[in-house]
């Protein structure tokens, strides 16, 4: 593999930690929508929509890392 690949694989396995960590604590409550800007009071039910919008988004991410990894020839354990 050419350093070129490994420094792309290290960049995108590095993204995907970090975005599994948010995700982590998004989805165990340790998130408050208001944190990201939004500094209005929402009812529950938006700041619930919002959330999961974010978790979506998130996955989606960590997919997207996946592929791309795995496009690279890396094995990775499975999610």
């Known amino acids: 593999m050419k350093i070129e690949d490994l420094n792309a694989v290290r960049e995108t396995n590095d993204r995907m930690k970090r975005t599994a960590e948010f995700l982590e604590r998004v989805e165990a409550g340790k998130f408050d929508v208001r944190s990201c800007g939004y500094d209005i009071a ?4 938006h700041t619930d929509a919002i959330k999961a ?7 989606q991410q960590i997919a997207e890392c996946r ?13």
């Open 53 to 59: 919008l974010i978790v979506s988004g998130l996955r």
């Open 67 to 79: 592929k791309s990894l795995t496009d690279r020839g890396v094995v990775l354990p499975e999610a």
């Open 42 to 45: 929402l009812p529950n039910t």
